[in-house]
């Protein structure tokens, strides 16, 4: 929702995409109710 009101707005979305791909991975690797905290350790398993 984020980044389709930002497109819609004409506002850049470089850095909103990746977020937004995070999430849904997390989201469907069923992470979704251990909120932003889960991102980080993502993103820390990617290194």
């Known amino acids: 929702m984020l980044v389709t ?3 819609d707005q004409g506002v ?3 850095v909103l ?3 937004h791909d995070i999430v849904h991975r997390q ?3 069923g992470y ?3 909120g932003t905290a ?3 350790e ?3 398993s990617t290194r």
């Open 17 to 19: 995409r990746p977020v």
């Open 27 to 29: 989201v469907a690797a």
């Open 42 to 44: 993502a993103l820390r």
């Open 12 to 14: 850049s979305i470089e």
């Open 5 to 7: 009101a930002s497109l």
């Open 38 to 40: 889960r991102i980080v």
């Open 32 to 34: 979704g109710r251990q």
